[in-house]
C-alpha cells in the first residue's frame, strides 16, 4: 500500500491551493493522510477528488467547522501494522514525548503527526514517528514538503521536498 501524507496545508490562510506536484503524486497513492491543520474544508473535496480513501484529524488551528467533523486522533489498520494519528500541540520539541504519552497504550507502529511544519522521519522504541512537514508554510521549516509511506510487509517512509 502507498499512502501519501500531508499535514499543515493552512488553505485560505496561507495559501489558496495545493501544490501542483503534490496532486499529480498522490494520482498514484492507495490512501492519503492528512495530519490537521487543514484550515478548510475544501481540502478534503480536492484530495478526494483524487483518491477514495482520505483520512484526516484536525489541528490545533483548524476552525470549528473542521474540529465538528475531524477527530483529534485516529487509529488506523494497514496491513499488519497499527498506526496512529494526531497532529499534536505544544512547543514542537516536545511533539515526540506528546505523541508517545498519547499512543502509550495503543500498541501502535507508526505514529503520523504535524504542527511543527517540519519533517521528521525516525524510529525511536520500534515506533517510526513520521511528520511529512508543510508542503504550504516554511515558518518552521528549511523547505516545504509533503511525505510518501509504503507498506509491504515493512514500513518505508520519506520525506519529498517540494
Known sequence: MRIGVISDTHIRDKTQELPQKILEEFKNVDMIIHAGDLADLSVLDKLKDICAKVIAVRGNMDPEEVKKILPEKEIIQVGNHKIGLM????????????????????????????????????KRN??????????TDKVFA?????????????????????
Not at 504519552?101 to 507508526?110: G, H, M, R
Not at 511543527?116 to 522521519?121: D, M, T
Not at 520500534?126 to 508542503?135: E, K, Y
Open 87 to 122: 497532529h499534536g500541540h505544544g512547543a514542537p520539541a516536545n511533539l515526540v514525548e506528546l505523541l508517545t504519552s498519547v499512543f502509550k497504550n495503543d500498541k501502535v507502529d507508526l505514529i503520523i503527526f504535524g504542527h511543527s511544519h517540519s519533517g521528521i522521519n525516525e
Open 142 to 162: 528549511p523547505y516545504n514538503s509533503y511525505g510518501i509511506i509504503e507498506i509491504n510487509g515493512g514500513i518505508k517512509a520519506r520525506i519529498v521536498k517540494i
Open 126 to 135: 520500534n515506533i517510526l514517528f513520521f511528520n511529512p512537514g508543510s508542503p
